[in-house]
C-alpha cells in the first residue's frame, strides 16, 4: 500500500522561507514523476511543481518559478520543495502526489497517490 506523508508546513512570514518533505512508503519512485499541489479555501487544486525522478527534470507553475525549487533524495526515497520569498497568495494546504506514468504533468487527474497535505500559513 502505497503512503505519502508531506512535513515540513507552518506559520511564516512574507518574505520568508519553508521546505515542505514527502516521505514514501511502499513505492520507490524510480519510474515516477512526483508532484507537489496546493489547495487554498474556496480554490481549485492547482500545480505547483513536478520533478520525473528518474532523469530529474523539473517544472513549475509561471506563480512559484523562481521562488520554490522541488529536489529528490534517491537513497531516502524523499521529494523536498524549498519555498522562498513567500508571499501571503502562497497560503494553502500542500499536497505530494505520484503520477506513476512519469510524465510529470500539471493535471491533477494525472496523479494516482496522494498525501493528506500540510498547511502552509503565510502572514502579511
Known amino acids: 500500500q502505497v503512503q505519502l506523508v508531506e512535513s515540513g508546513g507552518g506559520l511564516v512570514q512574507a518574505g520568508g522561507s519553508l521546505r515542505l518533505a514527502c516521505l514514501a512508503s511502499g513505492r520507490t519512485f524510480s519510474s515516477d514523476a512526483v508532484g507537489w499541489f496546493r489547495q487554498a479555501p474556496g480554490k481549485e487544486r492547482e500545480f505547483v511543481s513536478a520533478?520525473?525522478?528518474?532523469?530529474?527534470?523539473?517544472y513549475y507553475a509561471a506563480s512559484v518559478k523562481g521562488r520554490f525549487a522541488i529536489s529528490r533524495d534517491n537513497a531516502k526515497n524523499m521529494v523536498y520543495l524549498q519555498m522562498n520569498s513567500l508571499k501571503p497568495e502562497d497560503t494553502a494546504v500542500y499536497y505530494c502526489?505520484?503520477?506513476?506514468?512519469?510524465?510529470?504533468?500539471?493535471?491533477?487527474?494525472?496523479?494516482?497517490?496522494w498525501g493528506q497535505g500540510t498547511q502552509v500559513t503565510v502572514s502579511s
Open positions: 502526489a505520484v503520477d506513476p506514468s512519469g510524465s510529470a504533468t500539471t493535471r491533477r487527474y494525472d496523479y494516482g497517490y
Open positions: 520533478i520525473v525522478w528518474s532523469r530529474g527534470i523539473t
